[in-house]
């Protein structure tokens, strides 16, 4: 190409995009205008013209869904035993979870809340889980990087048969990393229409304790998720990478900041941080006021663990990280700015507050 041809390519190619971006602006604005915000479940069957992709992308039913009766996700489960066997009980269901003051979204859940309850078990546990499914779909549970027989890995027709409606799978397996390992982060859920019902809320933290710990002044597992939610008729959407099904809200723990929890320990206090990338998209992690050491990954123990500000947290993948901070309040927050708005609104979302001994907000600078 000569100089002049390419020259002339060139301007051809700026008056194209002259035209092309106030297009595409208008488009957006249409989309915004419409009065469901986000696409409904018409349009969408009408966009793909397959009844089963409208299945796929529509609401969860809310209709006679409950209010979750609790606030706070990821609780320690209690478990019973039965001679060496430690027993969990889970019951998969729908709840209106509140992620925000002012915002429901219908969740799809363990025992009723988002996250699901932690299970917590030293290395080597004889574990069983009675899994009861009380959703409108069936459903399976993975337990996501543990060893388990084949059989209870949880794959639908792959593995078992999916646990139908109203009907209960029993789990059971020892607490091992698969591939090696003596503990560190885990999580289960849903392997059943994973689009959807993972979604929907449905996973949860599973620790694995090794025989010899270190202990933390702090050990708090993040789990890092998404939600599309029509803020007018408060239906949800599992959030999805593609148009119309993008997420509007991100949650910690089932929490949108300012609803998200703090963490408050002394200045120079050990701090870990379990993240896991529970949802559909990636989350670039970042911490003020000081660097962190990632010291695990997916369970994992690093034998080299080095020191960052910001992790990358995708989908399945957790990362342990340590940290002291100094005195102030700090923040944990993902460097995806439309990941912090809350339906667009600044400060939102995947931000929580680590606050290292002090209270108040600094009204000037005065080193
Ligand atoms: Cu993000």
Known sequence: MTNRTSAVAGVAALLVAAVALPLALVALIRVGDSPSNTASASGMSGMSGSSSMSDHMAAAPSAGVPDAAANRGGQLLRHTTDGDTWVFHLTAKPVK????????????????????????????????????????????????????????????????????????????????????????????????????????????????????????????????????????????????????????????????????????????????????????????????????????KDGHPLASPYKADVVNVAPGERYDIVFTEPRGKWILHCHIGHHLTNDGESPGGLLMVVNAGVGGIASSGTP
Do not use: C
């Open 97 to 296: 979870w509140q992620i925000l003051s002012g915002i429901r979204v219908t969740a799809w859940t363990y025992n009723g809340t988002v996250p699901g309850p932690e299970i917590r078990v030293p290395y080597g546990q004889k574990v069983r889980v009675v899994v009861k499914n009380e959703l409108p779909e069936p459903t399976t549970v993975h337990w996501h990087g543990i060893q388990v027989p084949n059989a209870m890995d949880g794959v639908p027709g792959v593995t078992q048969q999916p646990i139908g409606v109203g009907k209960t799978f029993t789990y059971a397996f020892r607490a091992i990393p698969a591939g090696g390992g003596q503990g560190g982060t885990f999580m289960y859920h849903s392997h059943f229409d994973e689009d959807r019902q993972g979604g929907l809320g449905l996973s949860a933290p599973l620790i694995i304790d090794p025989p010899t710990r270190t202990s933390y002044a702090v050990d708090k597992t993040l789990m890092l998720a998404e939600w599309n939610v029509n803020t007018q008729s408060g239906d949800t959407r599992p959030p999805m990478d593609m148009e119309g099904m993008l997420p509007n809200y991100f949650t910690i723990n089932g929490k949108s900041y300012p609803a998200t929890d703090s963490i408050n320990v002394k200045a120079g206090e050990r701090v870990l941080v379990r993240l896991v990338g529970a949802g559909q998209f990636t989350h670039p992690m970042h911490l003020h006021g000081t660097a962190f050491t990632v010291i695990a």
